[in-house]
C-alpha cells in the first residue's frame, strides 16, 4: 500500500494576500507616495503600475516606480522609495500563524511557493517575510503560475498536488490544466477574494477556508478526499 508519505503530495502555496497581507503593503505604499509627493503623483504611480500590470500580466512595482520618476529628477524623496519597497518589513504583513501552517503543511507532505511576479521584488518580499526560510528555499516564480505547471512537476515530482490561493478563478484554471490529481483550496483573505463573492466559478474549489491559519485544522486525509485521483493514489497497490 503506498503510504502518506512527504513523496506522495506537494502543498503549493500562493504569497500575496495568502500567506501575508498584500493589501496593507499596497495601501502603505500609498500612503507613503502621497506624504511624500501629494495625492495626484500617489494616483500617478497607480496609473503606471495598473497600465504595467496589464502589459507584463503581473504586478511589478519597481518597474512602475522607474516610470514614476520622470519628472521627479532631484526629489530627494524619490531616493528613498526603493529602499521603503526593498526594506519593508514584510515579516509583520504575514497573516497570524502563516508561518505555522506553513510547518504543519511540512508534517504531511512538501510545501513549495507558487507565485507570480516580477524577478527582484517578489524574491526580496518572500525572503523578508520569513516564508523562503520556512519552506527551505523552495520557492517558484513565474509570469502566469497556471502556465507553468509542467514545469512545476518536473521540479517537484508528487502523486498529488494541493494549490492554495486567494484567487478562485486562478485555482479554477489549475484545476482545468490538472484535474483530479490536484486540490484547490481558496482562502477567503484579500480583495481577490472579495471580488469574487458573487461570482460563479467552474470548476469550484474543492476546500474553502476563511484565513491561512485554518490550515491547522486539516489532516491530510481532508485535501485527499476532496479529489478523486488523490484517495485512490493512497490506496492503490505498488507496481
Wanted: charged share 25%; proline share 5%.
Amino acid at each position: 500500500m503506498l503510504t502518506q508519505g512527504k513523496g506522495d503530495v506537494v502543498f503549493l502555496l500562493d504569497v500575496d494576500n495568502t500567506l501575508l497581507d498584500n493589501d496593507r503593503f499596497g495601501a502603505d505604499l500609498g500612503a507613503r507616495l502621497e506624504q511624500a509627493f501629494g495625492a495626484d503623483q500617489r494616483d500617478r504611480y497607480w496609473s503606471i503600475f495598473a497600465a504595467l500590470r496589464e502589459e507584463l500580466s503581473y504586478a511589478d512595482y519597481l518597474a512602475a516606480l522607474q516610470k514614476f520618476r520622470l519628472g521627479l529628477d532631484g526629489n530627494p524623496d524619490l531616493l528613498q522609495m526603493s529602499s521603503f519597497m526593498l526594506e519593508y518589513p514584510f515579516a509583520n504583513r504575514l497573516y497570524p500563524r502563516a508561518l505555522e501552517a506553513i510547518a504543519h503543511l511540512g508534517t504531511l507532505g512538501l510545501p513549495v511557493v507558487l507565485s507570480d511576479g516580477d524577478i527582484v521584488f517578489q524574491p526580496r518580499k518572500i525572503q523578508r517575510s520569513g516564508v523562503w526560510d520556512a519552506v527551505q528555499g523552495r520557492v517558484l516564480i513565474d509570469v502566469h503560475k497556471e502556465l507553468a505547471l509542467d514545469a512545476m512537476r518536473q521540479r517537484y515530482p508528487a502523486r498529488h498536488y494541493v494549490m492554495i490561493d486567494d484567487k478562485p478563478r486562478l485555482l479554477a484554471a489549475m484545476k482545468r490544466a490538472l484535474g483530479e490529481k490536484l486540490t484547490t483550496v481558496f482562502v477567503h483573505q484579500g480583495h481577490y477574494a472579495a471580488e469574487s463573492a458573487d461570482t460563479i466559478i467552474d470548476p469550484p474549489p474543492d476546500l474553502e477556508i476563511e484565513r491561512i491559519g485554518d490550515l491547522l485544522d486539516h489532516d491530510l486525509p481532508d485535501f485527499l478526499a476532496a479529489s478523486p485521483v488523490g484517495v485512490a493514489a493512497t490506496n492503490q497497490e505498488r507496481p
